[in-house]
């Protein structure tokens, strides 16, 4: 089972960034996709979370709803973080994270110790 994160940059505020997680070892169908986020002194946070076998249910933190959307494509077993209108408390690495794909981890934005992560892409906001 591996992820791996891509598509991180430095951008100004207002910028978008579109980040992308590649996953291999398992399908998107086996598995729920999170975003997690940990900035400098902060705690891991989660961003969003996609479930393909519970219909592409999608769900987000209330600091990035209406702002970041997360998608997937099955058949490049990628899952993507589109992310506009950057601020500066957007700065951070972000990881993509395997979840269970039916139940409350996803939708709330959890993770466990069966987790498997990548190891993330780092995303500076500042102008």
């Known amino acids: 089972v591996q992820l791996v994160e891509s598509g991180g940059g430095s951008v100004r505020p207002g910028d978008s960034l579109r980040l992308s997680c590649q996953v291999s070892?398992?399908?998107?169908?086996?598995?729920?996709i999170g975003w997690f986020r940990q900035a400098p002194g902060k705690e891991r946070e989660g961003v969003s979370c996609?479930?393909?076998?519970?219909?592409?249910?999608?769900y987000y933190s209330p600091t990035v709803e209406g702002r970041f959307t997360t998608s997937s494509v099955a058949v490049k077993n990628t899952v993507y973080l589109q992310m506009d209108n950057l601020k500066p408390e957007d700065t951070a690495v972000y990881y993509c994270?395997?979840?269970?794909?039916?139940?409350?981890?996803?939708?709330?934005?959890?993770?466990?110790?069966?987790?498997?992560w990548g190891k993330g892409t780092q995303v500076t906001v500042a102008s």
């Open positions: 994270a395997s979840l269970p794909r039916f139940g409350s981890m996803c939708p709330a934005l959890q993770y466990d110790d069966r987790s498997h």
């Open positions: 070892g398992f399908t998107l169908n086996d598995f729920a």
């Open positions: 996609i479930s393909e076998a519970d219909g592409g249910s999608t």
